[in-house]
């Protein structure tokens, strides 16, 4: 069984791979695994030695310390979302709405947006109709 702090550890890896736009198999070959292997790490399957750590901070340019902002050793869950931007450990790796692929594709579009002034009233649009209640069927 995964330790809870590879699985968070890999949720991090995923989340960062995926909203760079990287495939498993580009960043494998970038640091010379397979996409299997990646997909290991990313599950906690496998356990990333500090090397391996080290050489994916590199590749996707943070820090160490970025896989495990947010992790609380006592509890062993993330915390809220601003300090880790992850979710609770207990919670199921592939329906997670932080990391599914719609929202980092989301992400990932919206920050494509170069004007501030545009992409501020996209993120105002958005919260606004967040905010509406559902039409009545």
């Known amino acids: 069984m995964p330790h809870p702090v590879d699985i968070y550890v890999g949720k991090r890896l995923r989340m960062r791979r995926t909203i760079l736009g990287l495939s498993q198999e580009a960043i494998g070959n970038a640091i010379g695994v397979t996409f299997q292997q990646i997909q290991k790490y990313e599950r906690g399957i496998n356990r990333m030695g500090s090397s391996r750590l080290y050489d994916f901070a590199k590749l996707l340019g943070v820090p160490e310390s970025y896989f495990f902002e947010g992790y609380d050793a006592e509890s062993g869950v993330s ?16 329906h997670d709405k932080l990391t599914s692929r719609e929202t980092l594709e989301m992400m990932r579009a919206y920050y494509r947006i170069s004007d501030p002034q545009v992409r501020k009233r996209v993120f105002e649009l958005v919260k606004s109709l967040a905010d509406k209640p559902a039409a009545a069927a």
């Open 79 to 94: 915390l809220p979302y601003p300090a880790g931007m992850a979710e609770d450990a207990s919670s199921d790796f592939e």
